[in-house]
């Protein structure tokens, strides 16, 4: 003991070999000072407590972030939906609403609010989650949100391998069961889709259609939805393109609300005319989820192409006398708004950006499948096209069944031969079948209207006619005199047989 005593360095010894250290490290700390600048010194600093306490911090974040890769992330979504399953008394507050217009007595639905703090735990592992937005990136179009997941570091390795896959799986269940579907309408103000319960009542056996044609179509689906291995082992993106045509009122976007329903498929209502650019398209577009219908009405006014084609055309088709200022406006709207251009809609059908999301049905209509760019009718763009008719007896039968809960009456011989040999849409139909529930009625008021429109229609004709000739007249008369401008040549209006008379 007394030997080990004598080894111990003395107090004085101690004590002057403190002074010498504190002195150094004090001189170490002056030269520092004087030589590196004041902001990269905390920022070492910073870098060197954020490592020491990484090092020895028993907690791990995960970032899951709403987009990944130019595209909607799904960890994300499968999140979102199992979250708000998790809410328990620690939630300290809870996002609520509802968007079912069709009920608003039905309870709202949760949602995590930012900030908020939901835990969960599974198999015996707690887990803390909150919910955070970022700041949107100038000239971004939209904020990022993000969930932030803290654990113990060392369940790292079972989150990764059974805790996302768990919540994945339960959203995706989740989701299946999901009794409403959403419709989403872009808003571009706030750079997102908005989407309201989308409760249509269509199906497939209300609507009235060739029955050949509407199994062909539910087989179609059902293929489409089964073949995810089939789409890949080809090469193909796991899309279906379907392009309706057809009169106003013939029942295109009731086959949207069908095939909706039919698959329990969201829809992505998108209207191309309000989209700024091929580049906000791609956003838009990439922020769409997989098992989804992706509808554009009217696609032939919807692209740049198209818009600024029949633009500058129509005054010319209609005989107007064209100053060139319409033209002058124009190119500078599409200077300013170049809108969507038919390639950057392309991109997205079959070009290298269709492979972003699965299980997507694309639905183009249209009521004048002539006018479309034939780059977009070409094999392999729209798989399907449907044409979407008018009204024949078999569809009547079909909508009187529906409207009136009936398969036969005395007046429908009448109806079905009025039919045959005139154009009536069946929303036409449907809508004097609806206007009673006395079959009787309704199916007189029907008749009456399809004989009222005949009558109308050519009492139309014959007044087109008139002012038809009436215009002639007046063009032959100027034609004489001499006043004629030149570019009238090319009016629609003046055939050559009318200047030989
Ligand atoms: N084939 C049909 N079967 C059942 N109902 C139909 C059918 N066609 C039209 N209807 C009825 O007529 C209404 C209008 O039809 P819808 O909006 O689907 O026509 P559309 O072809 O999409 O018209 P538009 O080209 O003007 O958008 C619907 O609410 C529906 O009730």
């Known amino acids: 003991m007394a030997s080990l005593l004598k080894e111990l360095p003395s107090m004085t010894t101690i004590l002057s070999v403190y002074a010498s250290l504190s002195g150094l490290s004090m001189l170490i700390r002056t030269i520092l000072n004087e030589m590196i600048p004041r902001g990269m010194r905390d920022y070492i600093a910073t870098k060197f407590s954020d490592f020491f306490a990484a090092y020895f911090s028993s907690e791990f974040t995960f970032i899951i972030e709403d987009r990944w890769q130019a595209v909607e992330n799904e960890t ?11 809410i328990g008394p620690s939630t300290k507050s809870l996002l609520l609403g509802t968007s079912d217009t069709n009920n608003i007595t039905a309870p709202p639905k949760p949602g995590i609010p930012i900030d908020a703090k939901v835990i969960d735990v599974f198999q015996g592992m707690h887990f803390e989650w909150k919910l955070c937005e970022k ?63 989308f409760k249509h009542p269509a199906t497939f056996e209300t609507l009235a259609m060739d029955p050949d044609l509407k199994k062909f179509i539910t087989e179609d689906l059902d293929l489409f939805v089964q073949r995810k291995e089939y789409f890949r082992s080809v090469g193909r993106a796991w899309k279906r393109g379907y392009l309706l045509h057809g009169p106003p009122g ?3 976007s009731t086959l949207v609300a069908a095939i909706a329903n039919y698959l329990r498929f969201n829809i992505y209502d998108l209207q191309l005319q309000a989209v700024r650019n091929d580049s906000q398209l791609r956003t838009i577009l990439t922020s769409t989820t997989n ?48 809108g969507v251009t038919l390639s950057g809609l392309l ?33 392999g763009r729209m798989d399907v ?15 009187a069944s529906t409207y009136l809960g009936i398969k036969e009456h005395v007046l429908f011989k009448c109806v079905e031969d009025l039919i045959q040999s005139r154009v009536i849409t069946p929303a036409e139909v449907a809508q004097h079948l609806m206007k009673c529930d006395n079959p009787q009625v309704a199916l007189q008021s029907l008749i009456e ?53």
């Open 76 to 86: 994300f979504r499968a999140v979102e939906v199992y979250l708000p399953t998790k």
């Open 135 to 197: 700041e949107a990136k100038k000239y971004s179009y939209r904020q990022k949100r993000y969930f932030q997941l803290n654990c113990k570091k060392n369940y790292r390795e079972h989150v990764m391998q059974s805790y996302l896959p768990h919540i994945s799986k339960t959203a995706a269940s989740i989701l299946n069961k999901r009794e409403t579907l959403n419709i989403y309408t872009y808003d571009n103000e706030d750079s997102m889709w908005e989407s309201t319960v």
């Open 291 to 338: 098992r989804s219908i992706l509808l554009i009405e009217d696609i032939d006014c919807s692209t740049k192409y198209s818009r600024s084609r029949n633009q500058t055309r129509n005054p010319k088709e209609d005989g107007e006398e064209d100053d060139g200022d319409d033209d002058d406006q124009l190119d500078k709207k599409i200077s300013f708004d170049p």
């Open 250 to 252: 013939t029942g295109k």
């Open 347 to 379: 991109n997205f059908i079959d070009g290298l950006w269709s492979s972003c999301g699965d299980e997507r049905i694309i639905i183009f209509t249209t009521n004048y499948k002539e006018k479309l760019d034939p780059a977009l009718l070409r094999p």
């Open 449 to 501: 209207f399809i004989n009222m429109k005949e009558t109308t229609e050519m009492m139309d004709n014959g007044a087109k006619k008139e002012d038809e000739e009436e215009v002639i007249k007046e063009e032959v008369v100027k034609c004489r005199t001499g006043s004629m401008k030149q570019d009238v040549k090319q009016s629609k209006i003046l055939t050559t047989s009318i200047y030989l008379t």
């Open 385 to 399: 096209h449907i044409y979407m008719g008018h009204c024949t007896p078999a569809a009547f039968k079909k909508l």
